[in-house]
């Protein structure tokens, strides 16, 4: 959702996003057949069964995996936050609740809806 929500960004949406999802999509299914049988072909079927930190064990680095965890997840936390916002400035432009949403129409420099963005964060974090 990450391309959908900062479609208002783009000059030619209608042509960027179906382009720009074909492409994630096929680019992160390569990468997880490839991840699949790398794995297949280098470790027994046992240690793939029971073994849920395999790919932990077989890096050569152990923390190479721990920082792809976790970057993973805050910058996907991040897109969440940045689309999420931006979606809820939208809605306080077309008044779709009135003057409820009202702070949230506040853009600073070139259309950067920071309001939207503490708004959003504050909802997150209680």
């Not at 923390?63 to 970057?71: A, K, N, Q, R, V």
Request: glycine residues 6%; aromatic residues 10%; charged residues 15%.
């Amino acid at each position: 959702m990450a391309g959908a929500n900062m479609s208002g960004e783009l000059a030619r949406p209608s042509v960027s996003i179906p382009r720009g999802t074909v492409q994630a999509v096929l680019t992160t299914l390569f990468v997880y057949i490839m991840t699949a049988f790398l794995m297949a072909a280098t470790s027994s079927r046992y240690l793939l069964q029971n073994d849920y930190t395999v790919m932990m064990d077989t890096n050569f680095q152990r923390w190479f995996i721990l920082i792809g965890i976790f970057s993973t997840t805050l910058f996907s936390s991040m897109s969440n936050l940045i689309g999420s916002s931006r979606v809820l400035n939208r809605l306080s432009h077309d008044k779709l609740f009135g003057c409820l949403l009202r702070p949230a129409k506040i853009e600073i420099g070139d259309r950067n809806p920071v309001v939207s963005v503490i708004i959003t964060w504050l909802c997150v974090v209680e």
